[in-house]
C-alpha cells in the first residue's frame, strides 16, 4: 500500500524519486512547484525547454536528476498554471510513472510525491489517492516504497466493469460462448466495455444487452448508426497512450499533413484499448478484461489491450489459451469473480459485498 505521512515536506525527503507537480507553460510559481524550484533551481532550465518544445505534455513526464542520489520527475497534471487539472491527465501520468519504477532498470527504489491534481488542481483527493493505489500497484508490488504527503483515506465502492474485447476472426463457437459471458456478467450487474467490432466485441455486446442494455460502455473510432450510445470522443491522452505501448509506434503516427494517411483511422482503433481498459478518463477502470486471441498468444489488436491491462496488473482471461478450451461460460463467469474481488482488495477498493453480486448498493 501506499505509504501515508501528513504534511511531508517533498523538497526535504531523502527518496530516490522526488515528484513534482507542473503546468506546461514553463511557470513555477506557487505550492509545490515554487518549493521544489527552490531547493532545486538546476530543474528549471530543462523543464522550460520542455515545455517550449511541447515535448511536455498533461499526462506525461519529465526525469532530471539534480544530485549523485536523487531524480526530480516533473509530473505533467495541468495545461495552465490558473487551470484546473483532468483525471486523464493524472491517470495517464500514473500509468507511465507506475511502468518507468515497475519495469526500468534505473534502480529506483523509492518515491516521495504528493497528490497530483489535488490543492490548486482542484480534483477529489479520495478519488486521486485511490487512482494511485491502483495504477501504482505493480510498482508497490516490485518493492519500490511510495510515500504521499496526505493521510490515508477510504476508497469507493465503484460499478464494476469488465472488457468484453477480442479478434474480429473470433471463431463462431467461441463467440457463442462470448455473448453467454456478456449475458451471465451483465446477470450479476457488472458492466461491459468494448469496442462495436464485428465478431468478439459484436458477441459480448449482443449478450450483454439481452440482459440490459444501460450502463455499459462501448468504444468507437467512428459513430455507428446501430450503437447510438457508443462513445466516439477522446482524450488525446489515449492517443499517446497508444503509441507509447505499442510494438510499432511508427504505424500509429500519421502525417499530419496528409487526411488520407490510413495511420489516422489505425491511431483511432488503437486508442479505444485504452478506453476499454480505462474508462473514459481513468476514474474507474475495468476490473477484469475477457478476451480471445489466437493460441492465447495476445496477438493482433487485442493485444494492446491486454498489454495495457498487464500494465497495471489488470487481470486478463484469455479464451484463446489451450488450457480454457472447452470452459463454460458459468466456469468463465467464476474465474472472474474471483479476480475481480482479488484486484479490488488488493489495491484498497471496497470489497464485493458478496460474489454474486458486482454492482454496487
Not at 506546461?24 to 520542455?50: C, E, H, N, R, S
Not at 495504477?135 to 490515508?152: D, P, T
Request: hydrophobic content about 40%.
Amino acid at each position: 500500500m501506499l505509504i501515508c505521512t501528513p504534511n511531508l515536506k517533498i523538497q526535504n525527503s531523502q527518496r530516490d524519486v522526488l515528484v513534482n507537480t507542473v503546468n506546461t507553460v514553463g511557470v513555477m510559481g506557487k505550492g509545490l512547484a515554487l518549493d521544489m524550484k527552490k531547493a532545486f533551481p538546476k530543474i528549471m532550465a530543462p523543464y522550460k525547454q520542455a515545455c517550449s518544445d511541447t515535448r511536455l505534455q498533461p499526462g506525461t513526464f519529465q526525469l532530471i536528476k539534480v544530485n549523485d542520489r536523487q531524480t526530480v520527475l516533473n509530473l505533467a497534471t495541468k495545461q495552465n498554471w490558473c487551470a484546473a487539472s483532468r483525471y486523464d491527465w493524472i491517470g495517464s501520468g500514473l500509468v507511465y510513472m507506475n511502468r518507468l519504477l515497475a519495469d526500468s532498470d534505473r534502480g529506483y527504489r523509492s518515491v516521495a510525491m504528493s497528490m497530483p491534481g489535488c490543492g490548486n488542481g482542484g480534483l477529489d483527493a479520495r478519488r486521486v489517492q485511490q487512482m494511485m493505489r491502483i495504477y501504482l500497484h505493480r510498482a508497490i508490488e516490485a518493492g519500490v516504497e511510495i510515500e504521499v504527503s496526505h493521510e490515508q483515506m477510504d476508497g469507493f465502492h465503484d460499478p464494476v466493469f469488465f472488457a468484453g474485447v477480442g479478434s474480429r476472426k473470433t471463431p463462431a463457437g467461441v463467440q457463442k460462448l462470448m455473448s453467454e459471458i456478456g449475458a451471465l456478467m451483465t446477470e450479476d450487474g457488472a458492466r461491459l466495455r468494448s469496442g462495436g467490432a464485428v465478431g468478439a466485441d459484436s458477441a459480448f455486446w449482443n449478450g450483454a444487452r439481452e440482459v440490459d442494455a444501460g450502463g455499459m460502455e462501448i468504444f468507437l473510432p467512428k459513430a455507428k448508426a446501430h450503437i447510438p450510445d457508443g462513445i466516439v470522443k477522446s482524450s488525446p491522452v489515449f492517443e499517446r497512450l497508444a503509441r507509447n505501448f505499442h510494438a510499432f509506434p511508427e504505424a500509429l503516427t500519421p502525417d499530419p499533413n496528409n487526411p488520407n494517411d490510413k495511420r489516422h483511422y489505425t491511431l483511432k482503433l488503437m486508442s479505444r484499448n485504452g478506453n476499454q481498459i480505462f474508462g473514459e478518463d481513468f476514474r474507474i477502470p475495468t476490473n477484469v478484461v475477457i478476451c480471445w486471441t489466437p493460441g492465447g498468444k495476445a496477438g493482433g489488436g487485442t493485444g494492446q489491450a491486454i498489454r495495457l491491462a498487464n500494465s497495471t496488473g489488470i487481470p486478463v482471461i484469455d479464451l484463446g489459451r489451450p488450457e480454457l478450451s472447452g470452459i463454460s461460460a458459468v466456469e468463465v463467469r467464476d474465474m472472474a469473480r474471483e479476480l475481480i474481488s482479488a484486484f479490488r482488495i488488493s489495491r484498497g477498493i471496497k470489497e464485493l459485498e458478496a460474489s454474486s453480486d458486482l454492482a454496487p448498493a
